[in-house]
């Protein structure tokens, strides 16, 4: 079983940044981001293989979303810049038994989810 923590949510004004980061208790493969907004589905934001070498961003975070990742911390990274209102939602740090990962279903533990809300 792995825990993962996130930290770093808040409320920001509109076209400011956030960092978040996630810790895991114990070594990680794949890991990745999702979001949820109200009476949404939780959705792909980032995802980072286990080298840190290919990424994914979805297209509505491409240009101002940054993940990145420190094994030896077993933590995940996510800048975010140029934050608009439709950024607002639950942010869930997630990781999987893959080396690699892009899908919902890929991914085996969750975090408890921090808030972000973007105001404008």
């Known amino acids: 079983q792995v825990h993962l923590a996130e930290r770093g949510g808040g409320l920001v004004q509109s076209g400011g940044s956030l960092r978040l980061s996630c810790a895991a208790s114990?070594?990680?493969?794949?890991m990745g981001w999702f979001r949820q907004a109200p009476g949404k589905e939780r959705e792909i934001v980032v995802a980072?293989?286990?080298?840190?070498?290919?990424?994914y961003y979805a297209d509505s975070v491409k240009g101002r979303f940054t993940i990145s990742r420190n094994n030896a911390n077993n933590a995940v990274y996510l800048q975010r810049n140029s934050l608009k209102p439709e950024d607002t939602a639950v942010y869930y740090c997630?990781?999987?038994?893959?080396?690699?990962?892009?899908?919902?279903?890929?991914?085996?533990?969750w975090g408890q989810g921090t808030q972000v809300t973007v105001s404008s």
């Open positions: 997630a990781t999987s038994n893959r080396m690699a990962a892009m899908g919902k279903g890929e991914y085996n533990y």
């Open positions: 114990s070594s990680v493969y794949a």
């Open positions: 980072i293989d286990y080298e840190g070498e290919n990424t």
